[in-house]
C-alpha cells in the first residue's frame, strides 16, 4: 500500500470512497476541507492509503490547531461530532495513523484527537464521556407523532397556541439563525463562530443543507436549527433558542417541524446530536425517543501525559466563561471567530 497526501485531482475518488465506506461521515467529505480552510485558515493533512492499483482504501483528514492560548494540536475533525480515521482493514488503519503521528512530530503537535464511533483496536487512549443520541425515523411522520409521549405531543402544541410557528430554507433563514445562534453562545459562555462559517457551508451542500426557524406572531425568530443531511442521516448540529421564549417551549416546535421534515424526506435517522449520559441536553432528546450511540475519542499524544480536556467543563475554564457571559453581544460576535476557530 501507499499512504501520501491528498492532491486536488483525488478529489472526485476520495469522496467516491466517503460514499461508499460504510464507517464514514459525512465530515469524511472533502468540502470539509475546503469549508475549514477557508473560513479558519487552518492548515490541514489529508492522507489517503492506495492499494497497488491505486484504489483508495482508507482515508485520514486532520486539522492543525495552533494558538498561543490553546497549544499546538491535531483534530479529526475539529467543530464537529465525528471524524477520525476510516480504512478497509486494521493494517491500513494502523499504518494511516503511523504516517498521521509523523506529520504530528514534524510539525511539533503535542496530541491528535480522533473522532470515531467505532473502537477500533488501535493502541490509543480513548474518552467514552459522550454519547450521539439517535433516532430511527418511520415512513411517516403520523406514527412517530402517536408513538409521543401525551406530555412531548402537549409541549410541541403549546408554541402553536402561541401563534409560533415554523419555517423552513436556506440563505433566506441565515439572518435569523445566526442572530439566536450568537446570543446563545453567549449566554453559554462560548465564543461563537463567524457567520461566514454557516454561509461557506450552504455553498458547499446546496442540496443536503437547510435551516428550520421558529417564529413568534411577531415574526420574531427565537429557535433554529441548522440540517444536514447524509446518507440517510439528518443531522441537527446546531441548534439554539431564545431563554426569554423558553416558557412557550419554541424547541419543541423546532425539532418537531425537524423531524416531519426528516420523514418527509425519507430519512431513516435523525441524529440529534452530542450529549453527556444525564445531563440536561440527554434527557431532551431521550424523551423524543432517541438513543444513545456511545462515541470513542482516541487520542495520540506526543509525550504522553493526562488526556487533553479543552471543553468548557474543565475549571480552568470557569472564570473566563463567567465573564464571557457578561460581554456586549456585539463584542463577542467580534471577537469571538478569533478565538472559537483554535477550540476544537
Given at each position: 500500500?501507499?499512504?501520501?497526501?491528498?492532491?486536488?485531482?483525488?478529489?472526485?475518488?476520495?469522496?467516491?470512497?466517503?460514499?461508499?465506506?460504510?464507517?464514514?461521515?459525512?465530515?469524511?467529505?472533502?468540502?470539509?476541507?475546503?469549508?475549514?480552510?477557508?473560513?479558519?485558515?487552518?492548515?490541514?493533512?489529508?492522507?489517503?492509503?492506495?492499494?497497488?492499483?491505486?484504489?483508495?482504501?482508507?482515508?485520514?483528514?486532520?486539522?492543525?490547531?495552533?494558538?498561543?492560548?490553546?497549544?499546538?494540536?491535531?483534530?479529526?475533525?475539529?467543530?464537529?461530532?465525528?471524524?477520525?480515521?476510516?480504512?478497509?482493514?486494521?493494517?491500513?488503519?494502523?499504518?494511516?495513523?503511523?504516517?498521521?503521528?509523523?506529520?504530528?512530530?514534524?510539525?511539533?503537535?503535542?496530541?491528535?484527537?480522533?473522532?470515531?464511533?467505532q473502537n477500533s483496536e488501535n493502541g490509543l487512549p480513548v474518552k467514552t464521556?459522550?454519547?450521539?443520541?439517535?433516532?430511527?425515523?418511520?415512513?411517516?411522520?403520523?406514527?412517530?407523532?402517536?408513538?409521543?409521549?401525551?406530555?412531548l405531543r402537549s409541549q410541541i402544541k403549546r408554541p402553536t397556541k402561541e401563534?409560533?410557528?415554523?419555517?423552513?430554507?436556506?440563505?433566506?433563514?441565515?439572518?435569523?439563525?445566526?442572530?439566536?445562534?450568537?446570543?446563545?453562545?453567549?449566554?453559554?459562555?462560548?465564543?461563537?463562530?463567524?457567520?461566514?462559517?454557516?454561509?461557506?457551508?450552504?455553498?458547499?451542500?446546496?442540496?443536503?443543507?437547510?435551516?428550520?426557524?421558529?417564529?413568534?406572531?411577531?415574526?420574531?425568530?427565537?429557535?433554529?436549527?441548522?440540517?444536514?443531511?447524509?446518507?440517510?442521516?439528518?443531522?441537527?448540529?446546531?441548534?439554539?433558542?431564545?431563554?426569554?421564549?423558553?416558557?412557550?417551549?419554541?424547541?419543541?416546535?423546532?425539532?418537531?417541524?425537524?423531524?416531519?421534515?426528516?420523514c418527509n424526506q425519507s430519512y431513516k435517522v435523525f441524529d440529534f446530536g452530542?450529549?453527556?449520559?444525564?445531563?440536561?441536553?440527554?434527557?431532551?432528546?431521550?424523551?423524543?425517543?432517541?438513543?444513545?450511540?456511545?462515541?470513542?475519542?482516541?487520542?495520540?499524544?506526543?509525550?504522553?501525559?493526562?488526556?487533553?480536556?479543552?471543553?468548557?467543563?474543565?475549571?480552568?475554564?470557569?472564570?473566563?466563561?463567567?465573564?464571557?457571559?457578561?460581554?456586549?453581544?456585539?463584542?463577542?460576535?467580534?471577537?469571538?471567530?478569533?478565538?472559537?476557530?483554535?477550540?476544537?
Amino acid at each position: 500500500m501507499t499512504i501520501r497526501l491528498y492532491t486536488d485531482s483525488d478529489r472526485d475518488r476520495w469522496n467516491a470512497y466517503v460514499t461508499n465506506a460504510e464507517e464514514a461521515s459525512c465530515y469524511h467529505l472533502i468540502q470539509w476541507k475546503d469549508i475549514i480552510e477557508k473560513t479558519f485558515g487552518h492548515k490541514t493533512y489529508y492522507l489517503l492509503s492506495e492499494d497497488a492499483q491505486s484504489n483508495i482504501n482508507g482515508i485520514l483528514p486532520i486539522v492543525n490547531l495552533k494558538s498561543m492560548l490553546f497549544g499546538n494540536y491535531g483534530v479529526s475533525l475539529p467543530f464537529f461530532n465525528y471524524g477520525g480515521v476510516c480504512a478497509d482493514d486494521a493494517n491500513i488503519l494502523r499504518e494511516l495513523l503511523n504516517e498521521v503521528a509523523n506529520i504530528a512530530r514534524l510539525h511539533n503537535m503535542k496530541h491528535l484527537e480522533l473522532r470515531h464511533v467505532q473502537n477500533s483496536e488501535n493502541g490509543l487512549p480513548v474518552k467514552t464521556s459522550k454519547v450521539s443520541m439517535r433516532l430511527a425515523l418511520p415512513a411517516n411522520p403520523e406514527i412517530l407523532w402517536k408513538a409521543f409521549p401525551s406530555k412531548l405531543r402537549s409541549q410541541i402544541k403549546r408554541p402553536t397556541k402561541e401563534g409560533m410557528y415554523c419555517r423552513l430554507g436556506r440563505n433566506e433563514e441565515l439572518e435569523s439563525f445566526y442572530s439566536i445562534f450568537s446570543v446563545n453562545m453567549r449566554d453559554l459562555g462560548t465564543p461563537v463562530y463567524p457567520k461566514t462559517f454557516f454561509q461557506n457551508i450552504l455553498l458547499a451542500f446546496p442540496a443536503t443543507t437547510w435551516m428550520s426557524t421558529v417564529y413568534t406572531k411577531d415574526n420574531i425568530p427565537v429557535a433554529s436549527g441548522f440540517l444536514l443531511g447524509f446518507k440517510g442521516i439528518l443531522e441537527i448540529p446546531w441548534a439554539s433558542s431564545l431563554r426569554d421564549y423558553n416558557k412557550y417551549s419554541p424547541n419543541t416546535l423546532l425539532y418537531w417541524n425537524t423531524l416531519e421534515f426528516a420523514c418527509n424526506q425519507s430519512y431513516k435517522v435523525f441524529d440529534f446530536g452530542r450529549s453527556t449520559p444525564g445531563e440536561g441536553t440527554y434527557k431532551f432528546k431521550e424523551q423524543w425517543g432517541a438513543q444513545p450511540t456511545q462515541l470513542y475519542w482516541h487520542y495520540w499524544m506526543r509525550n504522553g501525559g493526562p488526556l487533553p480536556e479543552l471543553n468548557p467543563h474543565n475549571p480552568k475554564y470557569r472564570l473566563a466563561i463567567k465573564l464571557w457571559r457578561k460581554l456586549p453581544l456585539a463584542f463577542t460576535k467580534l471577537i469571538g471567530p478569533l478565538i472559537v476557530k483554535n477550540l476544537p
